[in-house]
């Protein structure tokens, strides 16, 4: 995560805190047992009051302002994931 931060100008707290907060609701599964997941996911620098967009592997997109709380987003996350 440390070189993937680097290379697209992310702030690494930020991501684990977000990976973490994705992970308790239920969203990014935890590792399994070998601790190798992929998780695909196409990250743009994203500056202050901008809007959010995350992108499924299904195709679906979902757009959120940028200070959307996280259940909600996850709530969001979840049911995008289950329509396809």
Sequence with gaps: MKVYAE????????????????RKLG???????????????HVRAVQQDASVRIALANGIAIEAPGEIDADALGRLIKAAQQAS
């Design 27 to 41: 969203v990014l599964r935890a590792p399994p047992d070998d601790g190798i997941a992929i998780e695909p996911v």
């Design 7 to 22: 290379r697209h100008g992310l702030n690494l707290a930020s991501l684990y805190f977000w990976k973490g907060q994705l």
